[in-house]
């Protein structure tokens, strides 16, 4: 606690035992109850973060835990995965064996798949021994690490994993991005460690200097402000001076890799006290704006009295980082590495360098930023482009050399652009975020009037894309244009730029640019076909579709004749989504078919086209391809995938879990492309269930994301789910307003997530007596089955909505006839409710019992309590002496309390069928990945089922949950 000055814990941890305490708890929680916990712990530089850290971490290993201890570096904050790295294969008893970790880093080149193998390593030595991970300075890790940090504790929450971070304080908090990821899913801690106080640094000095401290030092220490690091500095230059015959006694050296002095002090921040938090995306200087004028005098003073080589090695150290090489320090002093021993051994003796395994490191990172103060800044510049050369003719990757290129690159130096364009490349995918910035860097280093600045531009306009950052790739796209490049290059700057524009939902501009590029000439064959292709894509979002589909066959047609690939898969993915939008399934199969055969990535893709013409078996097969043939980066797509499969099948408590599982993940990545479309799902799936407040929920949620993406299809299903929500509050106008206005944005069998839901729409519109609407949708329905006749639920719907509006019961039994030689039973238990419906209104009670009886076991499979309910009130109103017995039914008489089933909201009757399968696959010993394989689905959908079970059976652990599970005789 700040200021606290109570009992010594031990010798040198002065005035940290509050906090002290508080991690021996968490430490003990963590064994105790086999649940994740996580734990940040905040102070200026200097302030002892490290030490308690290192403190933390021998309590833990002497409760048996696993630990790893690591530490983020100011100049190796860019090497991907680095700073996690440190925790995992570092000291003696690392947590992964560097095979392994190679092997992890060598196979998995996209974030989130490394990302989830990662957290079945960690799950897996979990389940022998509780692990700790502590990662040291959390403000310098690396982005791959930071974007891991976000999802690793979230994901493990059910597993013995305590985190631990330290991390400077500033304006925006280092680590707490981190902490409100893990936000409710594990128990989080902060610790904030402010000033010590007066008493504790008297102790301090009484340690260090004998019972004997006069005054004058008091004075000077009042000074430090409480920060132990400058006082134990202070101090060390007073004994120094004479005050101790033993410059080293009483420091209280602490054994441990990356935590020195026991005093309390920080061994890891790498920056000043009061200096600000920096973002990962950002390139810092090489040492922090502000180092006191105090620590760099007196280090001056402390090393003034070293020889000169010493010094020259301190300084080259400095420039290359807090840990670094001896060899590469020798280098630097272009010296052989013999001729620096006696240099070396005197800064170790000084206290100012530590042994680091093989390599050297500050004791202190202020230490480093004094000594690299004292560098004449002419001088700096120069150093660290020596640096780079050196470490890059050294073997180590460009990433490697990146941060000393950022700093000491100059514009114009050809070399150094080269270097950044090479890390750019490496980190690509698995960093995009990082590689945008390196690229961004590297051209500005670029001349205005170097020819390479085109070809430079244009890696920086793909790595933003890469990494969602579209509007500055128009923006630096726009720029490179305004140069009048070549028209060669304008053209293949304009085809670059095709991904960004439509992405941001300006299909017109994409067109236009496309068409520009074209009509100027000069463009090269294949980069004409990848032009032709991206016009062909955003014609697909007009109202002619027919010209689309001609510019696409060109565009298909020139990607064959040049061999292009790109262009070749872009043009069948453009023909695809014509296809979707013109509602021709049969084409549509065939494209996405194709062109899952050019690029198994776009296996989700031929599965959703599969099931649009009701080949649900097909897409199954579809889907299993794609869970081991589709890249990471497609898993979103993939989820969506699954998820309609589930939706079109009746399942929705599976199908509801994707969704959410997509919508973590595409937050994860901020790439938000089908987020409105599965909220609008959700609702739909909430009030089946009867759940009128979660709906609602959910279109505030839709509304949200449709402002960030507000593309004609969005804002057409958010339309939808207004009429929906209206018409089931019985505001029949105001659900045929939200309907004309959905018809302004397009005709509603465009919208392909619709077509299910005509009947819906119509029975709205007949409702509030608007049967120009209705029999507009008629005819949308009837011209839709025209083109797919091969399709049951083409065909079944159309005669439905014909049926509705017309009053036929005729109509309507065609119409159950159609749709139950389909796949999708909710769509043929809301054609059976409209003719049990029709048939009572017609007194045909005898023929309607049993229809509506079918309808509502169909809604009771599939959890669809409200519409189960709602066709159990028309069986009630039918009477029990129908040919049926409707009260000795399953659920008979629950519709009068408004609900078929009543699946409670806690306990093991509240888990839905899939999630009771992974509660007993986890409490046998799977993990989630081993889970997941049995199962045939993502990780990610274990995890989402996983936390859902905890909630439901109130426990936080795997070892809790196994007990309810074998509470229960369900362990098999």
């Known amino acids: 606690m700040a200021g606290s000055g109570g009992p010594l814990s031990r010798r040198g941890l002065r005035g940290r035992e509050a906090e002290l305490a508080e991690l021996r708890t968490l430490v003990a929680s963590v064994a105790r109850s086999g649940s994740g916990a996580l734990a940040l712990l905040r102070g200026e530089a200097g302030i002892g973060k490290s030490t308690l850290l290192a403190e933390a971490v021998d309590l833990a290993e002497n409760q048996g835990y696993s630990t790893g201890i ?127 106080s007066a008493d504790a640094i008297d102790r301090l000095a009484d340690d260090t200097l004998g019972e004997d401290v006069d005054e004058r030092t008091r004075t000077l220490l009042d000074g430090t402000g409480g920060n132990p690091f400058l006082a134990v500095e202070l101090l060390r230059g007073l004994r120094t001076e004479g005050r101790t015959p033993d410059a080293d006694r009483g420091t209280g050296t602490h054994a441990r890799t990356g935590a020195t002095s ?113 560098i004449p800044t002419s001088a700096r510049n120069a150093l660290h482009r020596a640096a ?120 017109e501009e994409l067109c236009r640019r496309a068409e520009a590029a074209l009509a100027v000439g000069g463009t090269p064959p294949e980069v004409a076909a990848r032009l032709s292709a991206l016009r062909a894509l955003a014609l697909s979002r007009g109202r002619d579709l027919g010209v689309a589909r001609a510019v696409g066959e060109e565009a298909l047609a020139a990607a064959i004749a040049t061999g292009d690939r790109p262009a070749h898969v872009q043009a069948l993915s453009a023909l695809g989504e014509i296809a979707l939008n013109a509602g021709d399934g049969a084409t549509a199969l065939a494209r996405f078919t194709a062109l899952s055969v050019v690029d198994g990535a776009f296996r989700p893709e031929e599965a959703v086209a599969h099931q649009h013409v009701d080949r649900f078996d097909s897409a199954e097969e579809s889907l299993r391809r794609a869970q081991t043939e589709a890249g990471s980066h497609r898993q979103a797509m993939l989820l969506w995938a699954q998820g309609q499969q589930h939706l079109g099948r009746g399942r929705l408590d599976d199908a509801e879990a994707h969704f959410e599982t997509m919508e973590d993940l595409e937050d994860a990545v901020q790439t938000p492309v089908q987020q409105v479309n599965s909220r609008v799902i959700r609702a739909w799936i909430a009030l089946l269930r009867g759940n009128r407040a979660g709906a609602g929920e959910q279109l505030v949620a839709a509304r949200e994301r449709l402002a960030v993406k507000p593309n004609p299809g969005n804002r057409a299903v958010v339309c939808f789910l207004e009429a929906l929500l209206a018409g089931h509050d019985r505001d029949a106008r105001s659900a045929v307003d939200a309907l004309r206005r959905l018809q302004e944005i397009g005709p509603f069998m465009r919208w392909r997530l619709l077509r299910t839901w005509v009947g819906t729409a119509v029975r709205t519109a007949l409702t509030a007596g608007d049967r120009a609407l209705a029999e507009d949708l008629v005819a949308q329905a009837t011209a839709h089955a025209e083109r797919n006749p091969e399709v049951p ?62 309808a509502q076991d169909a809604f009771a499979a599939a959890g669809a309590d409200a519409a189960a309910a709602d066709v159990r009130r028309l069986l009630d109103g039918a009477g029990s002496g129908s040919g049926t017995d409707a009260e000795s039914r399953p659920g008979a008489g629950a519709g009068r309390t408004g609900a078929v089933r009543d699946r409670p909201a806690q306990g093991w009757g509240a888990l839905t069928a899939s999630e009771r399968k992974v509660a007993r696959l986890i409490a046998g010993g799977h993990t989630n990945r081993s889970a997941a394989e049995a199962l045939v689905v993502s990780p990610h959908t274990v995890n989402t089922h996983l936390t859902s079970v905890f909630r439901k059976l109130t426990v936080r652990s795997r070892v809790q949950l196994a007990h309810v599970v074998l509470a229960r005789g369900d362990a098999e």
């Open 262 to 374: 026991s005093t309390g002090t920080d061994a890891g921040t790498s920056t000043a006290p009061g200096t600000d938090a920096r973002t990962t995306a950002e390139l810092p200087e090489a040492t922090s704006p502000f180092v006191p004028t105090g620590l760099v005098s007196g280090v001056r003073g402390r090393i003034g009295t070293l020889g000169p080589d010493t010094l020259t090695l301190l300084r080259m150290g400095a420039v290359l980082g807090r840990r670094f090489a001896f060899l590469d320090a020798a280098a630097l002093c272009e010296r052989p590495p013999a001729t620096l021993i006696t240099a070396l051994d005197e800064a170790l003796r000084a206290g100012l360098l530590d042994e680091d395994g093989a390599l050297l490191s500050f004791r202190h990172d202020l230490l480093r930023q004094a000594v690299y103060a004292d």
């Open 388 to 507: 780079a050369h050196r470490l890059v003719a050294s073997g180590h990757r460009p990433i490697d050399a990146a941060s000393h290129v950022l700093r000491g690159a100059e514009p114009g130096d050809e070399e150094a652009v080269a270097l950044l364009r090479r890390a750019a490349d490496d980190v690509l995918p698995v960093t995009p975020g990082l590689a945008a910035d390196l690229m961004t860097r590297a051209l500005e280093l670029v001349r205005p009037s170097d020819a390479a600045r085109f070809d430079v531009g244009e890696q920086a306009v793909v790595c933003l894309i890469r990494a969602g950052r579209d509007r500055e790739a128009l923006t630096t796209c726009d720029g490179l244009l305004a140069a009048q490049p070549p028209l060669a290059v304008f053209g293949r700057l304009q085809a670059t730029l095709g991904g960004a524009l439509w992405s941001l939902d300006l299909a």
């Open 793 to 854: 639920t083409a065909t079944g719907t159309a005669a439905l909505v014909a049926g509705l509006a017309a009053g036929d019961v005729g109509l309507l039994e065609r119409s159950v006839s159609l749709l139950a030689a389909g796949p999708r039973p909710l769509v043929l238990a809301a054609a059976r409710t409209d003719l049990g419906r029709a048939l009572l209104a017609a007194g045909r009670t005898a023929e309607a019992v049993p229809v509506l009886a079918a």
């Open 70 to 196: 690591g530490r983020a570096d100011e100049l190796h904050h860019l090497v991907p995965l680095s700073s996690l790295a440190g925790c995992l294969l570092d000291g003696a008893r690392p947590l992964l064996s560097g095979d392994a970790f190679a092997d992890l880093a060598r196979r998995h080149d996209q974030r989130i798949r490394l990302v989830e193998r990662l957290a079945g390593m960690i799950e897996a030595k979990a389940a022998e021994t509780p692990v700790l991970i502590a990662l040291d300075d959390v403000q310098w890790a690396d982005p791959l690490s930071r974007f891991a940090l976000r999802q690793l504790p979230g994901r493990l929450r059910s597993s013995p994993v305590l985190w631990l971070l330290t991390g400077r304080t500033g304006p925006a908090v280092a680590g707490e991005e981190i902490l409100a990821a893990a936000r409710n899913r594990l128990p989080v801690v902060r610790l904030h460690l402010g000033p010590l």
